[in-house]
């Protein structure tokens, strides 16, 4: 059973406009949730993360927003560029344990310039 | 900065050879982590270590076994490597409490199970 979700393989923007990622969870017991950005052939980038006891967290251009009631969060950043291109990962960690972190499946990214 | 380096880029192998893919860590972290990345599935955790000589099955261990006999070092083995293994591998590590509690990868191994 996938308890992390992220239903959209693919997001294609045009650059300097919004890109939205969202990620649904169903496990309610995850209380940290981060995004990370993955290039092919290189490993994953640490991003952003948020704490089950924020609803908004912002650095720079990228800014995640948790919904607790919904069990969604969603990753913004604003504006695109066309390096932002890659593979997204929401990933959850909570639920009983304190080392495993679940994945989602990763939605590609393409910035259009 | 973290440093986390993975034995291989790419790998090829034969079905029934033995496999070992190692990774080293620069930071002195506790935990350890293996995983798979397929396309449409993500990354699957197969095994992670929470310090030396500690280790504990992902989500899905089967067909491979880990080492961790140096807080810096933790092996991956894949004792008879079979073609549904061909997938690119990926190592991580981190220290409980951090900041941000995340998770720092390796460049990945590309293994070729032919």
């Known amino acids: 059973d996938q308890q992390v979700k992220q239903n959209s393989p693919s997001l294609s923007v045009q650059e300097g406009r919004i890109s939205i990622l969202n990620c649904d969870y169903t496990n309610s017991m995850f209380d940290y949730f981060l995004w990370y950005k993955k290039y092919p052939a290189e490993g994953p980038t640490f991003l952003i993360s948020?704490?089950?006891?924020?609803d908004k967290n912002e650095d720079g251009r990228f800014t995640v927003f948790l919904n607790k009631s919904a069990k969604h969060l969603s990753l913004h950043i604003v504006p695109s560029q066309p390096g932002d291109s890659a593979v997204y990962f929401c990933?959850?960690?909570?639920?009983?344990?304190?080392?495993?972190?679940?994945f989602g499946k990763g939605t590609l990214l393409t910035v259009n310039p | 900065d973290v440093k986390v380096t993975q034995s291989s880029r790419y790998l090829v192998k034969r079905t029934g050879e033995k496999v070992f893919l190692e990774c080293v860590q620069d930071m002195d972290h506790e935990n350890m982590f293996w995983y798979r990345q397929d396309p449409g599935l993500g990354l699957r955790l197969i095994y992670f270590?929470?310090?030396?000589?500690?280790?504990e099955k992902g989500d899905i261990p089967e067909g491979y076994s880990v080492s961790r006999e140096k807080k810096e070092r933790f092996s991956l083995i894949l004792e008879s490597a079979s073609t549904n293994q061909t997938s690119m591998y990926l190592c991580?590590?981190?220290?409980?409490?951090?900041?941000?509690?995340?998770?720092?990868f390796g460049p990945g191994t590309r293994l070729t199970v032919l």
């Open positions: 948020i704490s089950s006891i924020k």
């Open positions: 991580a590590s981190r220290v409980p409490g951090a900041l941000y509690n995340e998770q720092f």
């Open positions: 990933a959850a960690m909570g639920g009983g344990s304190n080392y495993k972190l679940t």
């Open positions: 270590s929470y310090d030396v000589k500690m280790k």
